[in-house]
């Protein structure tokens, strides 16, 4: 697909996939399968930069809901925001019960900065590994 990690600094998390012929489908337009990727990847990339022990707590998406708000047709940037104290109480929650769930917003837009669509993931934090 050819994602890229823009930003992942100071709350602010972003990707981008350009757009290509492998990313497009029969229309022309970008397919929403890497649009759904582009915008889950956000809560796998959040939970790495501010995840304190990830040998012992991993991430899993319970869910994903996406809006398509526009045809995709640019290279696609995905914006979601996780602050450090969300960081902070995450791995705190984590070490106190060994669980923690969050959901988390992430926008898509085009090169314009047409709004193309609109991610809600959930994602728990457990040790899965045993």
Do not use: C, W
């Amino acid at each position: 697909m050819g994602l890229s990690v823009l930003e992942a600094e100071n709350g602010v998390f972003k990707a981008t996939i350009p757009n290509s012929k492998e990313a497009g489908n029969h229309i022309g337009i970008m397919h929403a399968g890497v649009l759904f990727s582009l915008g889950e990847f956000l809560g796998g990339l959040i939970t790495a930069r501010y995840l304190d022990n990830p040998r012992k707590f991993q991430p899993v998406v319970r869910d994903l809901k996406i809006d398509f708000k526009a045809p995709a047709m640019t290279d696609i940037t995905a914006t979601a925001y996780f602050s450090a104290e969300q960081g902070l109480e995450m791995n705190a929650k984590l070490e106190e019960t060994g669980r923690y769930d969050f959901q988390q917003k992430a926008v898509l837009t085009d090169t314009n900065g047409t709004v193309v669509a609109e991610t809600l993931g959930s994602y728990a934090l457990r040790n899965f590994m045993g």
